[in-house]
């Protein structure tokens, strides 16, 4: 059964606090991505990445950065959590388009940053 | 740049009815479109995955059609149970496959009265 780990899912931190989200998949997948999810604003793209070491900026990278050292885990890095980051983060992978291209999410990791 | 739409935003039915959600995006070049469930604080779990070469998927009691000429997908669900309350997203990937080609609708909440 496919699976994708968020390390967290709930978090609260307070300003100013450096904050990880962790990712883990055991699908081999090449794709990874973050998002933070808001009401009315729908899911939006902070970050993903298609290879070790590879990262892209996605919709709304300010005040993040990801790290991917090794194919199967992909971290989110609040530098100085605000309280504007107060959010649901979901991670996803998936095989690049050309081999399928479904996506798989994580349960997702509810932070608020005090 | 893509843009997906799901109308309504919110669908209320008696336990029983046969139901569908739409799904309309406006760039009909797209590699394949997926169909979400997402449980209250939860992450999303995938439902169904169209190729753009196919027309529809099943699984179970649902259906989802792809009509990319007129940049529409219907998500069809046959007597609806109350377990099936969530809310339901759809997703595109444009044709170009790239990993930040993909494009989310805001999705339909959906509740079904016993």
């Known amino acids: 059964d496919v699976k994708v780990t968020q390390s967290s899912r709930y978090l609260v931190k307070r300003t100013g606090e450096k904050v990880f989200l962790e990712c883990v998949q055991d699908?081999?997948?090449?794709?990874m991505f973050w998002y933070r999810q808001d009401p009315g604003l729908g899911l939006r793209l902070i970050y993903f990445?298609?290879?070790?070491?590879?990262?892209e900026k996605g919709d709304i990278p300010e005040g993040y950065s990801v790290s991917r050292e090794k194919k199967e885990r992909f971290s989110l890095i609040l530098e100085s959590a605000s309280t504007n980051q107060t959010s649901m983060y979901l991670c996803a992978s998936s095989f690049p388009s050309g081999n399928t291209g479904e996506l798989f999410f994580g349960e997702g990791s509810r932070l608020t940053v005090l | 740049k893509q843009e997906v739409t799901q109308i309504p935003a919110a669908l209320s039915v008696p336990e029983g009815e046969n139901l569908v959600l739409n799904c309309s995006f406006t760039?009909?070049?797209?590699?394949?479109l997926q169909w979400f469930r997402q449980d209250p604080g939860k992450g999303l779990t995938s439902l169904l995955l169209i190729q753009s070469s196919q027309r529809e998927q099943t699984s179970g009691r649902l259906n989802a059609s792809l009509d990319k000429s007129s940049g529409r997908s219907t998500l069809y669900i046959a007597a609806s149970q109350p377990g099936d309350s969530a809310t339901y997203l759809c997703a595109v990937v444009d044709s170009g496959g790239g990993a930040d080609g993909l494009t989310f609708g805001k999705g339909t909440h959906l509740i079904i009265q016993p």
């Open positions: 760039d009909s070049a797209i590699y394949n």
């Open positions: 990445s298609y290879d070790v070491k590879m990262k």
């Open positions: 699908m081999d997948h090449e794709n």
